[in-house]
């Protein structure tokens, strides 16, 4: 069945620095590839996502990129802060609905000040 | 983006009985989700809730053991039936926004049962 890989599955770095989160999956349908940052007790945030017919997206500093051929799409953070520590989770769609997402297991991100 | 209410936030359960959760959204949207995230681990989806027509579940998830209703485009409810301590998760309502555009979620309802 479908599938999406994440790594790592944590991440320590220093404040300032960048921070870098890879997922692949495995169906070729998918179109639709939303990241979310969860905080502990809160639910999953939309934090940025990205279609299949556009290679990088960047909002402020959160970057994505999408390798459609290679299946694979990246989280980028740069001049990380305490603030972003928490749990990050990439997903890709199946079944034409963006609602219809199969997660990573997630990425653990923390930011030491 | 649309805002997602979850009720109840928290609830601990006895084995046994049924608890039903509430999700409402702040505007009408065609497509809403149930997803479980047992502890410590990431998202599954349950099953998607369509308005007017039964819900459409996953492998591995049964109308009988979760029940769904949906019975207008901004309100939804997932029951969780006969309850177990392996149904302690936090139990979360996704919805599509109106453009059918993006994908968000509701905080949750985080279940204990004893």
């Known amino acids: 069945g479908e599938n999406v890989e994440q790594h790592p599955s944590t991440l320590s770095v220093q404040e300032g620095d960048s921070a870098v989160i890879k997922c692949t999956y495995s169906d070729s349908a998918s179109n639709y590839f939303p990241w979310y940052k969860q905080e502990l007790g809160k639910g999953p945030q939309l934090i940025i996502d990205?279609?299949?017919?556009?290679g990088e997206k960047k909002d402020q500093r959160i970057a994505v990129t999408l390798n459609k051929t290679a299946k694979h799409f990246s989280l980028h953070i740069t001049e990380t802060q305490p603030e972003d520590s928490a749990v990050y989770f990439c997903?890709?769609?199946?079944?034409?609905?963006?609602?219809?997402?199969?997660f990573g297991k997630g990425t653990k991100l923390s930011v030491k000040p | 983006s649309a805002v997602i209410s979850q009720k109840p936030s928290r609830d601990i359960c006895q084995r046994g009985t049924s608890l039903t959760i509430q999700c409402q959204v702040d505007?009408?949207?065609?497509?809403m989700f149930w997803y479980r995230q047992q502890p410590g681990q990431s998202l599954t989806l349950i099953a998607t809730?369509?308005?007017?027509?039964?819900?459409?579940?996953e492998s591995g998830f049964v109308i009988d053991k979760f029940p769904i209703s949906r019975p207008n485009l901004t309100f939804s409810t997932l029951t969780v039936s006969n309850m177990s301590p392996e149904d302690s998760s936090i139990y979360l309502c996704?919805?599509?926004?109106?453009?059918?555009?993006?994908?968000?979620f509701g905080q949750g309802t985080r279940l204990t049962v004893v």
């Open positions: 505007s009408q949207v065609t497509m």
């Open positions: 996704s919805v599509e926004d109106s453009l059918d555009t993006e994908a968000f």
């Open positions: 990205i279609r299949s017919n556009v």
């Open positions: 809730a369509n308005q007017g027509s039964e819900a459409t579940y």
């Open positions: 997903a890709a769609s199946y079944g034409g609905s963006q609602g219809n997402l199969i």
